[in-house]
């Protein structure tokens, strides 16, 4: 059986899994309730207030707080290195492109365009996701052509329509510019390598998560952390079925799904390109055509446009989305409003100030 199919399956069955577990967890064991119930606050608040099994979260273990990224870790060198790179034009072939010209830390980790621009305004094939909490990621990149951080990095550097760079030129530069010498010699010996510099940016890019969101302290039990309308909006982007593809500690970025479950989303939004084609890129199969990995809804209000393709302007429209073409349901005005107040909840904290749009 070659890579791509077993690993299809691999996904397939740990997607499946994950939705029973989803539905089990959220299924009242004394009724089948359907999607409209409206089980009550208390059972909410008590689950947080007494904790308890299965998990600390009771039945929110679904989506788990973000961790606190150590100290330590954050002030290594080898992280303030990589820090160093992420924000250098001089990687990029002109000298114009630094990775955090379209991972803007300060607007939510990614470039607000529809596609990114690269070097000599090249416009890319893709949306640029954020890349805070990327680290927490199974795979990296819409397709997840890329196992992890370090094997990702090598992407943009040498994207023609990103930084269209080369390690040739990336390590010249680095070598020519006299603030890394000492850097380079404290944390790699002074080797000044494709493995180094990748090492360097895969510690900053490690240290880039946003913990204390609203939802997270309403997880670890602060009650009056979020409202009732984002309270509510979980509920139904529990009840409604979101869960079972946006969860865990990223809520989302676990495995791969089809867009277009319950609808042919592409067929109807029209001229088709090779990036829609998504998974198939990677690995040829085809029940891979279409399938992409789910993306993370962290920070999502501060991220659009909305999906790989950057096709949704608003966090509205995305939602709307999502639920005809996922779930096979018309959201209402109220449903939305709901799920959007609890996706606000998910916006968190880097180094400490709350992210802004
Ligand atoms: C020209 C804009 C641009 C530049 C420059 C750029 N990126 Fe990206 N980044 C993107 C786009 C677009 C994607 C999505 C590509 C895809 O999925 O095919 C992406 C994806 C990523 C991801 C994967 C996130 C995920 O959730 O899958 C990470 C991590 C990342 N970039 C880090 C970096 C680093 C580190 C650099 C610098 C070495 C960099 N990027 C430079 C636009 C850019
Ligand atoms: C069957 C799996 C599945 C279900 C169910 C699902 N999603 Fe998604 N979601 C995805 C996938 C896959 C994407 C990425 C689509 C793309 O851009 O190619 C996505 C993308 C998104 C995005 C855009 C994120 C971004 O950064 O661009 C949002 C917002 C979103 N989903 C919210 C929801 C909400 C709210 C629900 C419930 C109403 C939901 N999803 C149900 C799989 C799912």
Wanted: aromatic share 10%.
């Amino acid at each position: 059986m070659n890579r791509g199919r077993l690993h299809f399956l691999i996904y397939g069955s740990l997607t499946l899994l994950a939705a029973v577990l989803v539905v089990m967890l959220i299924l009242p064991k004394d009724d089948t309730s359907t999607a409209d119930d409206d089980d009550d606050d208390d059972d909410v608040d008590a689950y947080i207030i007494h904790g308890g099994p299965p998990g600390q979260y009771g039945k929110h273990d679904a989506i788990v707080p973000i961790p606190h990224p150590a100290e330590k870790d954050r002030q290594s060198g080898k992280a303030r290195l990589g820090e160093k790179l992420f924000n250098d034009p001089q990687l990029s072939a002109d000298g114009t492109i630094s990775c955090a010209s379209c991972h803007i830390l300060a607007q939510g980790g990614d470039d607000g365009r529809k596609l990114s621009l690269g070097v000599d305004g090249a416009p890319g094939d893709v949306n640029a996701p954020t890349v805070f909490n990327s680290v927490f990621g199974f795979r990296q990149f819409w397709d997840g052509r890329a196992d992890n951080l370090s094997e990702q990095v090598a992407g943009p550097l040498l994207n023609p329509v990103e930084m269209a760079s080369s390690w040739a030129i990336a390590i010249r530069r680095v070598k020519e510019n006299p603030a890394y010498l000492d850097d380079f010699r404290r944390e790699y010996g002074g080797e000044i390598s494709e493995r180094t510099i990748t090492d360097a940016l895969v510690h900053f890019e490690s240290t880039l998560i946003t913990p204390d969101a609203p939802f997270d302290r309403f997880l670890n039990g602060d009650a009056t952390a979020i409202d009732d309308e984002a309270r509510e909006g979980f509920r139904r982007f529990t009840d409604y079925g979101c869960i079972s593809c946006h969860q865990g500690v990223n809520v989302g970025a676990n495995f791969f799904q089809r867009f277009g479950i319950m609808g042919d989303y592409f067929a109807e939004r029209g001229n088709i390109t090779k990036a829609d084609l998504g998974r198939f890129n990677v690995t040829g199969q085809e029940e891979d055509r279409y399938i992409f990995k789910v993306p993370g809804l962290r920070n999502v209000a501060l991220t659009a446009p909305y999906f790989h393709d950057g096709s949704a302007a608003t966090l509205d429209e995305a939602v709307d989305i999502m639920g005809r073409y996922q779930l096979g349901r018309a959201l209402s005005d109220e449903d939305r409003r709901y799920i959007i107040a609890f996706l606000n909840s998910l916006t968190g904290k880097y180094r400490g100030e709350p992210l802004q749009p």
